[in-house]
């Protein structure tokens, strides 16, 4: 066995330069956090062939004094903290002190800083192990450092390098999420001499804007909850803008962005009932909590963190981006200079029977007297001259229905102009919704059915029928066994009685076979009510009189989440003028 030895210095910082400096964008993270933490105002980036070449980054922060120079270059030598303490109550961006000298160790580098006491700048350069002494040299107050050449003596690392493009594209990415963690700094970024990204000061909304594009901007959720030592903000991407790639996800801890798997998790969970398929959910969220909360010394990258009380965190978050994804298609834009936890949309109690009308071919007359009443409070919405009834001061967010389009979708004008609505989608959320407030309440309200539902039925069907009568009354269904071979419906939820009762039986029954009373109520509880409320939403191709078409869009209005069905499809879609205008080619 070979004696122990004390490994030379320069294989120690190579050692360190594996796990710190990855590829040019590693070295682009450190030197930024690097220039976030001397308190600049502006940071400069200058690349060179994907960052191969070189990698440059330029402040205008507090700079660094000619006799510390060499220090900057030392192992573990940083004015970031001093104690155990510190180091468990990070505030810095970066705190190991080792970055530049692992940079250093496998690069040639250059750092020209002058401060604020000193009559002029000074540099010191390192190539591999080789550090230079202290030269003066010209430039203004704050800290230059040029990385050039990396992995110039270590080949084979080199051969690991992407091309270009693709060590661009990272660097870009690494760029991006450190501008929009910090808009009140201003950033640019070169590459090739070329302006990839040229950004001022602003507020969040404006970078995340410009970094991340107005699309997702304008179809994004403020989100702003508090509680105790803990605050979400930021911005929740609607299911319009999700993507069949996770590449739009931006979590930020105390202003460093970070993959957590309990965040990760908790956004899913959000965004769960509201997306459609593998589709995943864009979002710009930043955490904020006491630093002894966290413990960011867990990876050499610092990407990952550990939380003192990670199911704390989860629920909280969990349930501040629920909620700002909850409110309902009627909900007012807001205005992310004006971020406030806002109220909760709660669905406006409506005369009984009002959802059943959609899918029975008589309203009854609960629902006829509750039309009576929306035509007197606006007499649009039976279909009056709409051009002199909708007003920019009266309309509802959603409109008054137009027409309908091939027995599938509700055409409306509101203020902006068009809007479109998938009624079936539409119907199936606000149903979803009164299903789930009602069977947490405990109050699913029943209707009992004049003539019995009977259908012919499997043996195993029977048997579940008998064996789970509890849960299916739970869940406001009736069931009666007439034989060895039939089941009768004889109630149902108020809300479903108009559907197809057998056949939203047997989906039930299938649910309560397969995963039991207990789970099915539990864990697959919305699974079960969707599927409950698929079957039992106005169909295609179903004809809607104007009243009817009214009816819905004021319910849509006040229920949550109706931006979208329980599978996650949109349910109604905006055609500003502007739009429109477009289109036709009008203005130009």
């Known amino acids: 066995m070979a004696p122990i030895r004390v490994l030379p210095e320069l294989l120690i910082s190579q050692i360190a330069a594996g796990e710190v400096v990855e590829r040019p964008a590693s070295v682009l993270k450190e030197l930024l956090e690097n220039a976030l933490d001397a308190d600049s105002a502006s940071v400069q980036v200058v690349l060179e062939q994907g960052g191969a070449k070189r990698v440059q980054v330029e402040d205008d922060g507090a700079g660094i004094s000619r006799d510390e120079l060499p220090l900057a270059l030392a192992r573990h030598a940083t004015s970031k903290i001093h104690s155990l303490d510190e180091l468990e109550a990070v505030a810095t ?49 704050g800290t230059t450092v040029s990385v050039s ?33 910090h808009p009140e700094h201003a950033f640019t970024l070169r590459h090739n001499g070329r302006v990839s990204h040229s950004l001022r000061r602003a507020p969040l909304g404006d970078r995340a804007a410009a970094l991340l594009g107005r699309e997702f901007f304008d179809a994004a959720l403020p989100v702003e909850v508090a509680a105790g030592a803990l605050r979400l903000y930021g911005l929740a991407g609607s299911p319009q803008v999700a993507r069949t790639r996770a590449d739009m996800q931006y979590f930020f801890v105390n202003g460093r962005f970070v993959r957590d798997r309990v965040l990760a998790h908790a956004a899913r969970e959000a965004w769960r009932e509201l997306l459609h398929g593998e589709r995943q959910p864009a979002y710009l969220l930043f955490l904020e909590l006491d630093p002894r909360g966290v413990d960011v010394n867990v990876h050499p990258a610092k990407t990952e963190v550990r939380f003192r009380d990670a199911r704390a965190v989860h629920q909280f978050v969990l349930h501040a981006v629920s ?55 606006a007499p649009a919405a039976a279909a009056a001259d709409l051009q002199t009834e909708v007003q920019a001061d009266a ?20 203020a902006a102009g068009l809007v479109l609505v998938d009624m079936h989608a539409a119907h199936e959320r606000i149903v979803f919704e009164r299903l789930r407030a009602n069977l947490e309440a405990g109050q699913i309200e029943r209707q009992a059915l004049l003539v019995p539902a009977v259908f012919r039925a499997e043996p195993i069907e029977v048997a579940t029928a008998g064996e789970h009568a509890e849960a299916l009354e739970r869940l406001g269904i009736e069931l009666d066994v007439l034989g ?34 207990a789970q099915a109520l539990a864990a697959r509880r919305d699974e079960l009510l969707g599927g409950m409320a698929c079957h039992a939403a106005v169909r295609a191709h179903r004809s809607l009189t104007p009243p009817e078409m009214n009816a819905l869009l004021r319910e849509m209005e006040a229920t949550e989440r109706s931006g979208s069905c329980n599978h996650g499809r949109p349910t109604w879609y905006q055609l500003s003028l502007a739009d429109l205008d477009k289109l036709f080619l009008r203005g130009r």
């Open 484 to 517: 060895p071979d039939s089941l009768a419906v004889r109630a149902a939820p108020a809300a479903l009685a108009g559907g197809d009762l057998p056949a939203l039986t047997r989906a039930v029954l299938a649910e309560l076979r397969e995963f039991g009373a």
């Open 149 to 181: 050449d990396l992995y110039f003596n270590t080949p084979a690392r080199r051969k690991f390098l992407r091309s270009e493009a693709t060590e661009f594209a990272h660097c870009d990415e690494t760029f991006r999420r450190i501008a929009l963690a």
């Open 323 to 377: 909620r700002a994804l909850a409110p309902g298609a009627g909900a007012a834009p807001v205005a992310y200079a004006d971020l406030a936890p806002a109220p909760a949309a709660r669905p406006t109690a409506v005369m009984a029977g009002v959802q059943q009308s959609f899918a029975l071919a008589q309203p009854s007359a609960a629902y006829a007297a509750f039309v009576a009443g929306a035509a007197r409070a």
């Open 395 to 414: 309309a509802p967010p959603l409109g008054y229905a137009l027409a309908q389009l091939h027995g599938i979708y509700i055409l409306a004008q509101n």
């Open 93 to 141: 961006l970066g705190f190991r002190g080792e970055a530049l000298a692992s940079i250093a160790s496998v690069s040639r580098l250059t750092i020209a800083s002058r401060t604020a006491d000193s009559p002029h700048a000074y540099a010191i350069r390192a190539e591999g192990p080789r550090i230079g002494e202290v030269e003066p040299t010209a430039r203004a107050l």
